[in-house]
């Protein structure tokens, strides 16, 4: 990663775009650690009213992608629309931290959705804008990785302050400054919406269907990993208690380590590139699930960080390539909208599934990564 910064005469505009993906996956997960010390506030308030804090930002990422995101960049150009974005997320993230009344707390974390909304396809969209597509692999790459690295920093720095208050745990948002300083010195304010009858014709959701549904199946079959880790291992005894934190703190370090190693595992690969990410998440739950222990929940988890690091970078460049120059409002807003609907569904899901049947959620993962290795054909691979 270090080389790509020290020899690109575009490294500034680099760091601008790469800071991004630091913020987007704390939109929910960020106030984790704190939600049992919030619940306890708000004891008498619903349960689900409580757990809505975690998943609310996501609905409003998927319906700010669909709905909102593309009249946005017919108005407004890229440093605008994301100065925006930030200032929405930072300034609603740590807002929330100061309401004793569940409906506003809520009302932030809905208004920090519609700033990630913003700024996920621009994260992803605009290094298709400024970068050639030889740039690109790598750079998505370690977009995935610095994705996965902000899960582990704002989990750690949200659990710290939870334990002086649950309100300084929102304070986690401010990292946001860091990103809105990079985007007003470095970030061009250029249009990136093509009114041409050719991007029009880039933009049919039609072409990019598969695109969409392997998004979700993918971050489906991810996701059941932090929304069932805790509860299976607190079930099953596979390791203590004290240890599910730095566990899935170490599933994020490897999901990092395969967002750097993308661009040469896709390179030597080449045409198998497509089923990596499948393959390692079904050895992943093959351990999580069926070999079980210490040592099956450990391989299974460090599996599951390298299968979404390397994942995600190759559905996003594949993606790219399709779109070309305008994938920042043509596929990143669809692909993006699919990642977080699956996010707010994977819950919803393994508690349909549930009432069917008696079974473990790793099962149920091992089931997704199947469909996902078989529907990962319809993807062509660039």
């Not at 309401?99 to 990630?116: D, H, P, Q, T, W």
């Not at 002086?164 to 401010?174: A, E, G, P, T």
Request: aromatic share 12%; proline share 4%; net charge positive.
């Amino acid at each position: 990663m270090y080389n790509i910064f020290k020899k690109h005469r575009r490294w500034k505009l680099i760091c601008a775009i790469l800071s991004l993906s630091l913020l987007t996956v704390m939109a929910g997960a960020a106030v984790a650690p704190a939600l049992s010390l919030i619940q306890e506030y708000f004891a008498e308030t619903d349960r689900s009213l409580v757990q809505m804090i975690v998943s609310m930002p996501a609905l409003f990422i998927a319906g700010t992608n669909l709905f909102l995101f593309k009249p946005l960049c017919k108005r407004f150009r890229a440093r605008t629309l994301l100065i925006f974005g930030l200032l929405l997320y930072t300034v609603f993230g740590c807002l929330a931290g100061l309401f004793s009344n569940i409906l506003m707390i809520l009302v932030c974390r809905a208004l920090v959705g519609v700033g990630v909304g913003i700024i996920m396809p621009l994260s992803t969209g605009l290094l298709s804008f400024y970068f050639t597509r030889d740039k690109q692999g790598p750079l998505m790459g370690y977009s995935s990785a610095l994705n996965m690295l902000g899960g582990v920093v704002a989990t750690l720095i949200a659990g710290g302050l939870a334990m002086i208050s649950w309100r300084l745990s929102f304070m986690v948002y401010l990292l946001g400054l860091i990103s809105i300083v990079l985007c007003v010195i470095w970030m061009p304010n250029d249009k990136i919406y093509d009114n041409s009858r050719k991007a029009t014709s880039a933009g049919s959701i039609r072409q990019y269907v598969p695109y969409i549904l392997v998004m979700f199946v993918l971050s489906f079959t991810f996701f059941v990993y932090p929304a069932s880790f805790a509860l299976e291992c607190s079930s099953s005894g596979a390791i203590p208690q004290n240890l599910i934190a730095p566990v899935m703190a170490m599933m994020d370090v490897f999901g990092f380590a395969g967002g750097l190693i993308f661009s040469k595992i896709s390179k030597s690969i080449k045409k198998g590139a497509r089923l990596i990410a499948p393959v390692l998440f079904i050895i992943s739950y093959v351990f999580l699930g069926l070999a079980g222990g210490a040592s099956g929940t450990l391989i299974g988890s460090a599996f599951v960080g390298l299968a979404n690091g390397i994942g995600m970078p190759f559905l996003m460049t594949s993606a790219s390539a399709k779109a070309g120059r305008n994938a920042a409002t043509t596929v990143m807003p669809l692909i993006s909208a699919s990642l977080y609907l699956a996010q707010f569904a994977t819950p919803l899901i393994l508690s349909a599934a549930g009432h069917f049947a008696d079974v473990s959620s790793f099962f149920i993962a091992l089931f997704a990564s199947l469909l996902l290795a078989a529907i990962s054909f319809t993807i062509k691979e660039q």
